[in-house]
């Protein structure tokens, strides 16, 4: 068994005296794990840091093996990240909501998504966008996207400003008015292709909807705990 592909790094681990466990995100094959001997050695620690990205070369007699991978460097981004503790956070919280994907299933979209992230560290609000479409893409193919083509109450797509927390649903103003304090809010970017930048107030309502469904749907039926990163990314993002 053989192939190649191109990822991110999201985990190392070590395993015996020289060599690492390494699981990466990648394009074709999703998340997935393999052995690097010698992947201690000052070497290969350099190019094997979370958020870098590598092409990789996987080998094993069976597919259902651990196998070896042989990596090549592509962009090595963990020098920039951990210039700044936000940069940190950032790179922690992808790895481990990409760890929630099932082993070697693909998702291109993801991993496209993740490195986009990962490529805009600089700029902290940008970085926030992307990291609510990013979860949210993330809830729809764990299973537990939001729906928010039209009103839960009425069918209508206008107004739309309020998510219900029981049906994942889009809730317009009217209609919600007399429960808003029951409801989610919805930021407006959610409901538009990328474009003008959303205000601080957005984002940090996108992350309080993501959030909220992530540990309904995905932290608290597998007995996680909230992401300390991720909290720390919000209070960041406040200001």
Not at 31 to 46: E, N
Not at 132 to 148: P, S, Y
Request: hydrophobic share 40%; net charge neutral; glycine share 8%.
């Amino acid at each position: 068994m053989e192939w190649s592909d191109e990822g991110t790094v999201i985990g190392v681990r070590r395993h015996g005296e020289t060599s690492v466990i390494l699981e990466m995100m990648t394009v074709a094959h999703g998340r997935h794990l393999g052995l690097v001997r010698g992947g201690r050695s000052r070497r290969m620690q350099a190019a094997l840091q979370p958020g870098n990205d590598l092409v990789v070369t996987w080998r094993a007699r069976l597919d259902s093996h651990l196998g070896l991978y042989a990596v090549e460097p592509v962009k090595l981004r963990a020098a920039g990240v951990m210039e700044t503790a936000f940069g940190v956070h950032v790179v922690q919280t992808v790895s481990s909501l990409l760890r929630l994907l099932p082993e070697r299933d693909p998702h291109e979209r993801l991993h496209l998504m993740a490195v986009a992230i990962l490529d805009h560290l600089s700029d902290a609000p940008l970085t926030g966008e992307l990291l609510v479409r990013f979860e949210t893409r993330l809830l729809e193919e764990l299973g537990f996207g939001l729906d928010l083509s039209s009103c839960a109450a009425t069918g209508t797509r206008e107004d739309l400003v309020y998510v219900s927390p029981k049906s994942a649903r889009a809730v317009s103003r009217e209609a919600g008015a007399p429960y808003k304090d029951k409801l989610l809010a919805l930021p407006p970017f959610l409901l538009t292709d990328p474009g003008e930048r959303p205000p601080a107030a957005d984002i940090s309502a996108g992350l309080a909807l993501t959030g909220f469904f992530l540990t309904r749907h995905i932290f608290e039926p597998r007995g996680l705990p909230p992401l300390r990163e991720r909290d720390r990314i919000v209070e960041e993002l406040k200001g």
